[in-house]
């Protein structure tokens, strides 16, 4: 019986991403107590490195639960019944801030972007001028669905300047990967999560708090008025965590293996510092959109986020069949569209373990798909217009 030729799985989505060597070799090894002293030096070291992720001196909070487990904890924990909060949607990601308010029965207004533009100030400006009785103000860093990046510093001055709001930033595929000063930009709450930027599997999720947003917080657990307003939460208590981390320790068992790769992947971090991080990402996006676009193909986002690119699916392309193709005929997983995009669009990450040769795969790969589908192009000028940026 004839097989096919063994292909090695190659992986380009922007989540879960590759994970260092180092990292899974780290999960791999015995798991210590989560009450005894070793998990408590794993725990000091660990909160102090994300500390420097987020580029904060703020507390930073460890979550066993997905990125979306940790925005919703944002909510329930920050916000009361009774207020407003203003979400920035230019993707789905924004949606998702929206809905889990609404799932609170928290009133909220929308500033509405076209997926594939970022936030436009000006329209911020006014909206936060007219809402500002507003108690927070949500937005996405780097929106994963349409692969834009928005002006978090500018979005801060702006919500600062007209309201007494917290700022709230989804973070799950910018920290770590794009430059993100939480304490200079004056962010009040930021989340990720552990399988973007900090290179560990899905299953943990990382809050960052300013002292402003735990003055809020404790003003709310102290006050009987307020108290009376809390919304309902017991896992994802805030209150809890932070009890439990003067401990050095977390509310709950938490995800040990996870936290023993995160505790190497952001060793690995240290040592080759953020701005070195931040440049290779950099320089990684500019390569795979020189790659594309040497094909023929439109970019996506206006304001291109460097965690990953988006590009649209061309004319007389089936955008579902070519996601397929590269999966099952050259072994690359890539991501398409989400929501109205489903099919009109495909998302290659740049964010994790990867290097310019990776991306060099990737392009090689994107190549023989479209050849596959009819493309008409030059075969090899991707890659080559990618090699022109590397060698840079």
Same mark, same amino acid.
Request: with cysteine.
């Given at each position: 019986m004839k097989t096919k030729n063994p292909?090695?799985?190659?992986?380009?989505?922007?989540?879960?991403?590759?994970?260092?060597?180092?990292?899974?070799?780290?999960?791999?090894?015995?798991?210590?107590?989560?009450?005894?002293?070793?998990?408590?030096?794993?725990?000091?070291?660990?909160?102090?490195?994300?500390?420097? @992720?987020?580029?904060?001196?703020?507390?930073?909070?460890?979550?066993?639960?997905?990125?979306?487990?940790?925005?919703?904890?944002?909510?329930?924990?920050?916000?009361?019944? *009774?207020?407003?909060?203003?979400?920035?949607?230019? *993707?789905?990601f924004g949606e998702r801030w929206q809905e889990i308010c609404q799932a609170f029965d928290i009133e909220t207004i929308a500033l509405n972007v076209p997926w594939g533009e970022a936030p436009d100030l000006e329209s911020l400006n006014k909206m936060l001028q007219a809402h500002s009785d507003i108690a927070a103000v949500f937005c996405t860093h780097s929106e994963t669905s349409t692969g834009v990046v928005c002006e978090v510093k500018a979005i801060a001055e702006l919500v600062h300047a007209h309201t007494d709001a917290l700022v709230i930033v989804d973070g799950i595929t910018s920290v770590g990967v794009l430059p993100f000063f939480m304490d200079k930009w004056?962010?009040?709450v930021c989340v990720t999560g552990s399988q973007k930027g900090v290179m560990v599997p899905p299953g943990m999720a990382y809050v960052a708090l300013s002292e402003r947003a735990m003055k809020r917080f404790e003003m709310q657990q102290r006050d009987e008025a307020l108290m009376r307003r809390n919304l309902p939460h017991y896992y994802l208590d805030f209150a809890?965590?932070?009890?439990?981390?003067?401990?050095?320790?977390?509310?709950?068992?938490?995800?040990?293996?996870?936290?023993?790769?995160?505790?190497?992947?952001?060793?690995?971090?240290?040592?080759?510092?953020?701005?070195?991080?931040?440049?290779?990402?950099?320089?990684?996006?500019?390569?795979?959109?020189?790659?594309?676009?040497?094909? *023929?193909?439109?970019?996506?986002?206006? @304001?291109?986020?460097?965690?990953?690119?988006?590009?649209? @699916?061309?004319?007389g392309i089936d955008g579902r069949k070519f996601v397929e193709t590269l999966r099952t005929s050259h072994g690359l997983t890539i991501?398409?569209?989400?929501?109205?995009?489903?099919?009109k669009i495909f998302r290659v990450t740049h964010m994790g373990y990867y290097d310019h040769l990776d991306m060099v795969a990737l392009m090689a790969g994107l190549e023989l798909a479209l050849r596959d589908l009819g493309w008409k192009f030059e075969l *090899?000028?991707?890659?080559?217009?990618?090699?022109?940026?590397?060698?840079?």
């Open positions: 292909m090695r799985q190659r992986i380009f989505t922007p989540g879960p991403t590759q994970i260092p060597e180092r990292v899974t070799v780290a999960m791999s090894q015995p798991f210590p107590y989560h009450r005894g002293p070793e998990f408590k030096k794993l725990f000091e070291e660990v909160t102090a490195n994300l500390q420097y @992720v987020f580029q904060t001196q703020s507390e930073v909070l460890l979550l066993t639960a997905s990125g979306t487990g940790g925005m919703e904890a944002c909510v329930a924990n920050l916000l009361l019944s *009774g207020q407003k909060a203003l979400v920035i949607v230019a *993707g789905k004056n962010v009040d809890k965590a932070r009890e439990a981390a003067k401990e050095r320790m977390t509310a709950w068992t938490p995800a040990i293996t996870l936290l023993m790769g995160l505790q190497e992947s952001l060793r690995l971090m240290r040592e080759t510092g953020l701005e070195n991080l931040w440049n290779h990402y950099a320089r990684l996006a500019q390569a795979v959109r020189a790659g594309v676009q040497a094909l *023929g193909l439109e970019l996506f986002a206006k @304001v291109p986020s460097n965690a990953l690119t988006s590009v649209k @699916v061309p004319d991501a398409g569209g989400q929501g109205p995009l489903k099919g *090899g000028a991707g890659v080559a217009a990618m090699q022109k940026v590397c060698a840079c």
